[in-house]
């Protein structure tokens, strides 16, 4: 099961230790709810790690709502690519992958533009290996090539071990979070490879012109949720939280300070609100 968690909908109770907390009126609800994110997550991702408790309806989803490869897939090769934002137009990602068959005849590949949000280099990578494991039938045994080696230690990080409450700290969270639900429930065997970047691997340089060439398609229409899987899934101002969640809640936290502080009477008495430095004036308070 999973669901999507408002930051509004969470409930707040007064503990020993925030018991201070609650008698100056401090909002402390967006803590909350990330206590009862860890917690779901973990719950999940230790039962999904068992293969003795892991229910044979899973998969059965999973190949009857995502296009499946054929099963003479032995290796993939993915690539993501990242357009910084120039003259006033909007950054862009966009990702690829080839699906090879033992004699590296390509099977099928796939190319498409990601939704720019939490824009990055990286964030293309992981939605690359994302829709590679989608497309993958159950029990797959691979290897994915990819030139990026950050991917492949956060895999081996997060991914191929139990379930740890640090990944809710990680940008790209929820990503790694859907690349986990897709590795066991579909109960894959994935081996990921270090291939060198514009070398004279031609799969390779293959892949990355098919990321770079998505530049030009038509923006998805999807929202940003939609290609998540995760337990539970925080929103503010309806876009899914993917900052590591605490410094996200501290820096509100923060801002709703720094506003009730700058409202304060006295400060417009002495001369015009917006004539003060408040950024500064942020930075030597906190």
């Known amino acids: 099961m999973f669901a999507t968690l408002l930051l ?34 973990k719950i999940h991702f230790d039962q999904l790690s068992n293969p003795v408790v892991l229910p044979s309806s899973d998969t059965d989803d999973v190949a009857a709502s995502d296009y499946m490869l054929p099963i003479s897939t032995c290796s993939l090769y993915t690539d993501g690519s990242f357009l910084a934002s120039y003259s006033g137009s909007l950054p862009s990602m966009s990702s690829a992958w080839l699906a090879l068959d033992e004699d590296e005849l390509i099977l099928e590949s796939c190319s498409e533009v990601i939704p720019a949000t939490y824009p990055s280099a990286f964030r293309s990578e992981i939605y690359a290996l994302l829709s590679a494991l989608k497309a993958l039938p159950p029990h797959s045994s691979i290897v994915i090539n990819t030139d990026c080696a950050s991917l492949i230690s956060f895999w081996h990080q997060f991914i191929d071990k139990p379930f740890i409450l640090k990944l809710l700290r990680q940008p790209n969270h929820l990503l790694w979070l859907s690349v986990r639900h897709y590795y066991y429930s579909k109960q894959l065997s ?53 900052d590591n969640i605490r410094q996200f809640f501290k820096s509100i936290y923060e801002a709703q300070n720094l506003l009730s502080f700058s409202s304060l009477s006295h400060f417009s008495l002495l001369a015009p609100v917006n004539t003060f430095d408040w950024e500064g004036i942020s930075f030597w308070l906190s």
């Open 190 to 242: 994935v081996t990921l490879h270090k291939v060198s970047a514009h070398d004279d691997n031609m799969l390779n340089n293959q892949v990355d012109f098919l990321a770079k060439d998505a530049y030009f398609l038509p923006q998805p229409t999807f929202t940003p949720t939609a290609l998540i899987k995760a337990p539970c899934i925080i929103l503010y101002d309806s876009l899914p939280i993917e």
């Open 8 to 41: 509004t909908d969470t409930v707040a109770y007064p503990t020993k230790k925030n018991t201070k907390v609650f008698a100056t009126g401090r909002p402390i609800k967006l803590a909350t709810s990330f206590a009862y994110a860890s917690s779901l997550a």
